[in-house]
């Protein structure tokens, strides 16, 4: 998750906010125009409402529809995920926290999973060349911006509430084109092949609709 700055001219009014907001350490390698790209993208004002989704559970009430679809899910889900964890007991309980998470966050459940599969091939442990850390691979300047420095971005449930709250959060910003919210969330905005990859993924393995190929998968 590698991105470039824009340069300071460039920078919208949320750029320059965000900028506001780091340590005054970092100011001069960020704003330096002869040193290379820092490993931080410019993002827009980060809401209160995203950073309170950290902390403050908002669930209502599943009515017994939600609970049916979310079992119909889950055991539709658990076979396609033995590939990569082939401990049921570690399956249903993942499984039960991505959906927790994603219906927390407004997103597919089904989106997450695959947005999984390509980020960490689900290796809860797994740190990328960048420093993107756990399932989701977030970036630890995140800590800084949504959580408390003692979150451990290796735990599944922290990394997947950072993570769902992170991609809810691009979507907004790009008014719910996956497509860029996605590529946003890689760091790649105005390329296409991460939202390429994690939309094969969801097609080939986790679509609800493709029970009998990705389940033949295995």
Not at 26 to 42: G, K, N, Y
Not at 68 to 91: D, S, V
Not at 162 to 183: F, K, N, P, Q, W
């Amino acid at each position: 998750m590698v991105c470039a700055l824009p340069s300071v001219a460039a920078l919208g009014q949320g750029d320059q906010d965000f900028l506001a907001a780091l340590p005054p350490e970092l100011l001069p390698s960020v704003l330096s125009t002869d040193r290379p790209a820092p490993f931080v993208q410019a993002l827009p004002s980060t809401p209160a409402s995203l950073r309170d989704t950290l902390d403050v559970v908002r669930d209502s009430p599943a009515s017994p529809a939600d609970i049916w679809a979310a079992r119909q899910w889950l055991n539709a889900m658990e076979p396609r995920l033995a590939r990569y964890l082939p401990e049921a007991q570690r399956r249903r309980e993942l499984l039960g926290r991505i959906h927790h998470e994603a219906r927390l966050a407004g997103l597919s459940p089904s989106l997450v999973l695959a947005v999984i599969q390509v980020e960490s091939a689900f290796q809860a442990e797994a740190v990328s060349s960048a420093g993107a850390v756990g399932l989701m691979q977030i970036m630890p300047f995140w800590v800084r911006e949504l959580g408390l420095p003692a979150d451990d971005l290796k735990d599944p449930r922290r990394n997947l509430r950072y993570g769902c709250t992170i991609l809810a959060h691009y979507l907004a910003v790009e008014r719910g084109d996956l497509t860029r919210a996605l590529a946003r969330y890689n760091g790649s905005l105005g390329k296409t092949w991460y939202p390429e990859r994690v939309m094969r993924a969801l097609a080939d393995r986790w679509s609800v609709q493709d029970a009998g190929r990705a389940t033949a998968q295995r």
